[in-house]
């Protein structure tokens, strides 16, 4: 009686593992990877920088589609940074999270302490945190104490889709040849731009895909927690058996996997990372489906002599999200009991 009942809940574990996708079957994620293999075509307009009060503001430019993105640096009181990245002439306003903030965070004006064509540094009043830009390929580091701790973009993995005119709408080139156009089309089906299907239902994009990815390099880091839920160990886990974690508002799950990295109820955009000496958090303030992969591996740092090589780990979280905006904030502790405070 015992062998039927543990066969039985294998059974509905399988039925109800298999409503839902695994990475593989989500169009975004499939789009997203397929960048990975190729050098980030942003770049950073610095000679664009305008900064009052609350924040400092600049172009991010594709340099593959010429289409020019807004980025926001906000400085906030507690040792916090937020980035906000937006199209600056969207075809429609991108939806953003409402609600979740009870008001707008108190800022502190950020000062440019060093600027030239090809990079930027910004610091509040104490100078203790630094934002440092780099234009081409655009990165941000966060540097605490002369550390660099943070790294934004550092593996080029920027990623935002931009609405577009409907096919029906547009007058191409390929219109004129038949095959050329089959392929096109075909082309779209696959990466699910326009439409994507899953078993009976039919998603439609009228204005195309929006997907939205950034990466983030924690320094010295190898602990992270947090984006729950998912029932899995308390310390994240490398992803690189191709299962991120997949944060999406699901229904009741009744029955579901142990050590999987599928949600299960609500999901909390919140990430921790700790060592010794200081605790780091990042906030993904972005409510679509979101899936987080996790890699961690030693940095070799040569020393004069090969033997005192120092061997330091680095952990890249790459953040994907099915629409939205890119709005983080970057909580730089650096106690834990100041990152529960911010």
Known sequence: MEAAKKEEISVEAEAVDNIFKDCSKIA????????????????ALLDSVITDKDSS?????????????????????????????????PLKL????PDVL????????????????????LADEKGNLKCHITANPFKVDLVSEEEVVMSINLLGQLYFEHLQIPLKQRTTKENEEDASVDTFQQNQEDLGLWEEKFRKFVDVRVNGPTSIGLDFSLHRFEYLYGIPQHAESHQLKNTSDGNAYRLYNMLDVYVYKIQDKKGIYGSVLYLLAGKQGRTLGIFWLNFSETLVEINTEPQVKRGPVAAKQEVSPRTDVHWMSESGIIDVFLLTGPTPTDIFKQ
Do not use: H, W
């Open 94 to 97: 991108r939806y953003e999270v």
């Open 57 to 89: 503001k600049f172009q991010v430019i594709n340099e593959a589609t010429k289409v020019p993105l807004l980025a926001e640096v906000y400085g906030i009181e507690g040792n916090i940074f937020r980035l906000k990245i937006n199209g600056e002439t």
């Open 102 to 121: 009870t008001s707008e965070p108190s800022t502190v004006k950020l000062l440019s302490c060093f600027r030239d064509t090809g990079s930027l540094v």
């Open 28 to 43: 975004f994620y499939r789009r997203q990877k397929q960048q990975l293999s190729q050098q980030s075509p942003y770049q």
